[in-house]
C-alpha cells in the first residue's frame, strides 16, 4: 500500500472495502465481558420488507456517530441491530405476490402461506440490513435480532401470558378501527386522519304521538339504519320539552328513544346526536351508559349487514347515496352543507377506516401509563428535547386501551385457546393437550395475531436475552439512548416504557433523543405522491457516504427539520475533498519523517502552540456536543476548525519551515506537530466520516490499528495557552486585513506591497516583528516597516487593526489597536483605475435597468416560469450589490488618488 494518498478522492474505491475489514476485525462486536463501561443502543428495527428512505439515514447515522464515539472513548458500546416482521405490511407484499400467480393466501391456507412469507424473508428481506451497511453503520451483527425468531417469540409469549394473568389482558367487545381491505384491526395510531371535502346532512326524525320532527346533523347518513336513540345535552333548552321522547327512525321506520347526556355538544350542528353504537366509539360510549343496544350494519368488507334492511349486500358508499336519495323523497332532508370531514384512513394501505364493534383482544394500559409518566416526570427517563414532555404527558394521561389483536395470519400468533367442550379460554406459555377445566382435548387456537408493536414494545429487553438472565441483560439493560423520529413516539417509544417498566421494574433507556423530519429543498415533507423523494442510495454514489452523512449530522439541528438539498451535499464534499487535499499534502512532507524517533527537545513555536490550544478546545467542544446530542454544533465545530484553522491557516503557516532543508531538526519538529494536530483530526472527524478518516489513518506515520478503536481525543487543559491563541489571531487579522487592502484598490495579484506598521506600543511591534516572514509570504509583502506612529505616506490605503483582549493586558499601556498603511503610488495607476471602474459601472447599469424594467412588466411576472422570474430577481441584487461596492470603491480611489 502506498505511502501517499491518490490525487483525487474516490469513496467507491474505498467505503466497501474498509466495511470489510471493520466486519471481519471484529471492531463491531460488544464484549459483554464487564472490562468495560456499558453503553448501548437497540436500533429502532426497520421493517423486514423495507428499503433505505431518507428517514432511515438520517436516524442510523446519528446513532452511529454516538456509538463510535462512544467505542473510541473506551466504553464497550453494543448497537443491537434487528429488523421488525412488520405484520400487516409484509402480509400484503406476499399477497401481492400470489396475486401476481393469480392466486390467494386462503387457497394455500394458513401454515402454507406462513411458509411463503418466512421464504420471502429470507430471500429479500435483507435487503434494508445490506443498506445500513453501505451507510457505514458500525452495529453488532453477530447479534442481530429479528421480532419473531426463537427468542423474540418466547418474550412475547411470556409476556402476554403474565399481562394476562394479573388481568392486564382482556377479551370485550370494543368500538375499533377496522380496515375493510386488510380485514384487520387497527390501532388508533395506525389511523391517519386526513380532511375530506364531504358534506353534512341535516334529517328529520319525526316525533312519536306527537307532530314535529327532532333534526340531527350527520357526515355519515348510512349508519343511521344502526341508531338506537337521538341524544340531546340536558342542559340544552331547546330540547327540554322533548325529554323522554321517542323518534322514528327515517328508513326503517324503528321506535328510538330520545335520551340526554352531558356529552352532547350543544354548538355543534343542531345539538341533537345521532347514537350508533356499533360504530361510533363515543356514541358506543353513551349507549353503554343508557344500556342502549348496539345495531351492527356494516360488515368487515365494508358492505351493509342484514341488519340495513332493503339496502343489505351494499357498499357502505353506495348505500349513502341511496338513502340520501330517499330521504329527499320522504322529505326528510332538511338541507345539505358542505363541510370538511377528517376521515380516517389505514397507515398501509390508504383505504377508509371503519369503525366497528367488535370482539378484540386489549391491553388495559392506564395502570401501565402512570409509571412511565413517573419516570420522566422524575427525570429517569429523559426527553430530548424537552419540549416533547407535554405531547407525551397529554397523550399518555388520555390514553386509551390498546387493540392488539390482528385478523392477519403473519406475526405472533395470540397464545389462547377455546374448549370446544365447556367453551373454557385458555391462555398458556406452552400448547394445552386438553383443557384444564374438562379434560377435552379438541381445543381450538385463537386465528389473531398480535399487533406488530407489541413485540417491538419488548425490544430493549427481549433482543438482550429476556426471559433467560443472560450477561448482555444484566450488563446493557437500562439501555443508554434511544434515538428516534418523532412519529412514532406513541406507536413504540411510550409503549416500551410501559412494558419496560411493568417487565423488568426499571427503564428500558435513560435518555430518549427525539430528532426531526428530513424534508425537500422547500420544507415539503416527501412522499410519492409529490414526487420529491430523494433516495439516499443515489446521494451516497454521487457524493460519497462521508459527505452524505456529514450533511445530515451537521443539519440535524435539535427541534428543526432539515431541508436537504443536492446543493448543501455538494458543499460538505467539497469538505471531505478538503480534508483529502491536506492529508496528501502533508503525507508529501513526511516522506523522510521517522515516528519512531522519539520526541525532540525544541520548544513549540507560538503557531504550534495556537493550533495545539485551538484543538484542545475543539477536542472539548466535539465531546460536550456530541454528550449533549447537538449533532449540528459539534459538526460545525470540526468543520470550521479543520477548513478554517488547520487547512487555511496552520498549513500555510508551516510551509516555510516543512521546506527548511538546511534546518533538518526544525523540519522534523513540524513534522511531529503536525502528525499529531492531524491525526487528532481524524479521530475527531471519524465518527461523522469513517470511511475517509480510516483509508488516511492507514497512511498516517506512527498510526496503530484502525482509527475505529483508536481513543478518542480529550482535551489536555494544560496545553490551552490564550496567549498563543490571541496572538496569532493578530497575526491572522493582519494578513486578512493587507488581503482584502489589495483586493479593494485592486492591486495586482503579483505586485509585491509593501506594509508599514504603526503602534505606539514597542512590545506588540516586536510581537509582530517576529511573524513579518509569514505574514509577507501570505500577504504578498515584499517589505514590512515597524514604527511608533507617523503620518502616513500620500496615496496610501489604511486599516486599523483591534488587539485581542487576551493580548492587552501583555502590552504597554493596554494598547487596544494598530495601524496598517499600504502606500500604493507607483502600484496603482489611479487614472486608468477610474477609467476601468467606469466602464464596469456603465455595463452594470445597462443591466440593472433591464432587469428592473423587466421585472416592472406585468406581462412578465404572468407568463414567465417561476425559475426564470426569481433568477431575474437575482440578477436584479447581484447587479445592485456589485455596483455598490464598485461606486464605494471608486470613492476610496478618489481620497487616495495624488
Not at 485592486?746 to 513579518?772: F, T
Request: charged content about 25%.
Amino acid at each position: 500500500m502506498s505511502d501517499f494518498l491518490e490525487k483525487v478522492y474516490d469513496p467507491q474505491r474505498i467505503e466497501e472495502r474498509w466495511y470489510k475489514f471493520w466486519e471481519e476485525a471484529g471492531f463491531f462486536r460488544a464484549a459483554a465481558d464487564g472490562s468495560k463501561p456499558p453503553y448501548c443502543i437497540v436500533i429502532p428495527p426497520p421493517n423486514v420488507t423495507g428499503s433505505l428512505h431518507m428517514g432511515h439515514a438520517l436516524n442510523n447515522t446519528l446513532q452511529d456517530i454516538l456509538i463510535r464515539f462512544k467505542r473510541m472513548q473506551g466504553f464497550d458500546a453494543l448497537w443491537m441491530p434487528g429488523t421488525d416482521h412488520a405484520g400487516i405490511a409484509t402480509q400484503n407484499v406476499v399477497e401481492r405476490m400470489l396475486a401476481a400467480e393469480g392466486k390467494d393466501r386462503h387457497e394455500l391456507g394458513r401454515e402454507a402461506f406462513i411458509e411463503r412469507v418466512w421464504k420471502w424473508k429470507e430471500e429479500s428481506g435483507g435487503t434494508i440490513i445490506k443498506q445500513l451497511k453501505r451507510l457505514g453503520c458500525s452495529c453488532d451483527w453477530s447479534r442481530e435480532r429479528f421480532t419473531m425468531d426463537e427468542g423474540l417469540s418466547r418474550a412475547v409469549r411470556e409476556v402476554f401470558v403474565r399481562l394476562y394473568e394479573e388481568g392486564l389482558i382482556y377479551k370485550g367487545d370494543y368500538i375499533i378501527n377496522w380496515c375493510p381491505r386488510c380485514q384487520t384491526a387497527l390501532a388508533d395510531l395506525e389511523v391517519e386522519h386526513d380532511p375530506h371535502e364531504g358534506f353534512l346532512y341535516h334529517i328529520r326524525y319525526p316525533l312519536v304521538g306527537r307532530e314535529g320532527a327532532i333534526t340531527v346533523a350527520t357526515t355519515r347518513p348510512e349508519t343511521l339504519l344502526g341508531d338506537t336513540a337521538v341524544a340531546v345535552n340536558p342542559e340544552d333548552k331547546r330540547y327540554k320539552p322533548f325529554h323522554g321522547a321517542s323518534v322514528r327512525l327515517p328508513v326503517l321506520g324503528r321506535i328510538i328513544p330520545v335520551i340526554t347526556d352531558p356529552y352532547v355538544s350543544m354548538e355543534f350542528g343542531t345539538g341533537a346526536l345521532k347514537i350508533t353504537p356499533a360504530h361510533d366509539l363515543n356514541d358506543f360510549e353513551v349507549a353503554r351508559r343508557h344500556g342502549l343496544p348496539a345495531v351492527r350494519v356494516i360488515d368487515e368488507r365494508g358492505v351493509m349487514t342484514g341488519e340495513a334492511g332493503k339496502y343489505a349486500g351494499m357498499d357502505r358508499f353506495g348505500c349513502r347515496e341511496k338513502i340520501v336519495k330517499e330521504l329527499k323523497g320522504d322529505g326528510l332532508l332538511e338541507k345539505t352543507e358542505r363541510y370538511h370531514v377528517p376521515v380516517g384512513h389505514c397507515y398501509r394501505c390508504r383505504t377508509i377506516v371503519e369503525p366497528m364493534l367488535s370482539k378484540q383482544w386489549f391491553v388495559a394500559v392506564k395502570s401501565l401509563a402512570e409509571p412511565a409518566m413517573a419516570a420522566v416526570r422524575e427525570g429517569r427517563i429523559r426527553l430530548i428535547p424537552p419540549a416533547w414532555e407535554n405531547s407525551f404527558f397529554d397523550w399518555m394521561t388520555n390514553i386509551r386501551d390498546w387493540c392488539i389483536s390482528r385478523q392477519i395470519w403473519w406475526g405472533h400468533r395470540i397464545p389462547a385457546w377455546t374448549c370446544a367442550a365447556c367453551g373454557k379460554e385458555i391462555v398458556a406459555r406452552q400448547e394445552p393437550k386438553v383443557c384444564p377445566g374438562c379434560g377435552a382435548a379438541d381445543l381450538n387456537q385463537e386465528t389473531d395475531v398480535l399487533d406488530t408493536w407489541f413485540s417491538s414494545a419488548l425490544w430493549p429487553f427481549s433482543t438482550l436475552g429476556w426471559p433467560d438472565d443472560t450477561p448482555e441483560l444484566k450488563l446493557f439493560y437500562p439501555t443508554s439512548v434511544l434515538v428516534t423520529a418523532f412519529d412514532i413516539l406513541f406507536f413504540w417509544v411510550a409503549r416500551m416504557m410501559m412494558m419496560g417498566l411493568h417487565v423488568m421494574e426499571e427503564v428500558p433507556f435513560r435518555e430518549v433523543y427525539i430528532h426531526a423530519l428530513v424534508r425537500d429543498p422547500e420544507g415539503q415533507k416527501m412522499s410519492k405522491s409529490k414526487g420529491n423523494i430523494i433516495d439516499p442510495l443515489d446521494l451516497m454514489d454521487q457524493y460519497g457516504t462521508d459527505a452524505f452523512r456529514f450533511s445530515l449530522a451537521a443539519f440535524a439541528a435539535m427541534g428543526r427539520d432539515i431541508r436537504l438539498s443536492e446543493e448543501r451535499i455538494t458543499g460538505y464534499r467539497n469538505f471531505v475533498n478538503k480534508v483529502w487535499n491536506a492529508s496528501r499534502f502533508t503525507l508529501m512532507n513526511l516522506g523522510d519523517f521517522d515516528p519512531e524517533a522519539g520526541p525532540d527537545d525544541l520548544p513549540l513555536t507560538t503557531t504550534e502552540a495556537w493550533i495545539t490550544s485551538r484543538l484542545q478546545q475543539v477536542s472539548a467542544a466535539a465531546v460536550r456536543h456530541l454528550d449533549a446530542y447537538d449533532f449540528d454544533q459539534a459538526a460545525h465545530v470540526l468543520y470550521q476548525f479543520t477548513w478554517h484553522e488547520f487547512c487555511d491557516w496552520y498549513l500555510e503557516f508551516i510551509k516555510p519551515e516543512l521546506a527548511a532543508a538546511d534546518d533538518p531538526q526544525a523540519r522534523r519538529h513540524t513534522q511531529r506537530v503536525l502528525v499529531e494536530v492531524l491525526g487528532n483530526i481524524l479521530r475527531l472527524l471519524h465518527p461523522f466520516m469513517p470511511f475517509i478518516t480510516e483509508e488516511i489513518w492507514h497512511k498516517l506515520p506512527g498510526a496503530q490499528g484502525s482509527i475505529m478503536v483508536a481513543p478518542f481525543p480529550s482535551p489536555d487543559d494544560s496545553l490551552v495557552n490564550p496567549e498563543a491563541e490571541a496572538e496569532m489571531e493578530l497575526v491572522m487579522a493582519c494578513i486578512t486585513s493587507i488581503r482584502n487592502m489589495r483586493a479593494e484598490m485592486n492591486v495586482p495579484p503579483a505586485s509585491q506591497v509593501k506594509i508599514l506598521v504603526y503602534s505606539p506600543d514597542r512590545k506588540l511591534l516586536e510581537i509582530l516583528q517576529g511573524h513579518a516572514r509569514v505574514m509577507g509570504l501570505l500577504a504578498r509583502v515584499n517589505a514590512m516597516e515597524f514604527a511608533p506612529g507617523q503620518p502616513p505616506p500620500p496615496a496610501s490605503a489604511t486599516a486599523v487593526i483591534a488587539v485581542p483582549e487576551a493580548m492587552q493586558d501583555r502590552l504597554e499601556g493596554g494598547t487596544k489597536s494598530l495601524e496598517l498603511v499600504m502606500p500604493l503610488a507607483g502600484i496603482i495607476d489611479f487614472r486608468e483605475e477610474e477609467r476601468r471602474l467606469n466602464r464596469e459601472m456603465d455595463k452594470l447599469s445597462r443591466d440593472l435597468a433591464q432587469a428592473q424594467k423587466k421585472l416592472a412588466n406585468e406581462d412578465f411576472l404572468a407568463k414567465a416560469p417561476p425559475d426564470v422570474v426569481e433568477k431575474e430577481k437575482e440578477r436584479l441584487q447581484t447587479c445592485t450589490e456589485k455596483l455598490t461596492k464598485l461606486k464605494n470603491h471608486q470613492k476610496r480611489l478618489r481620497e487616495f488618488a495624488p
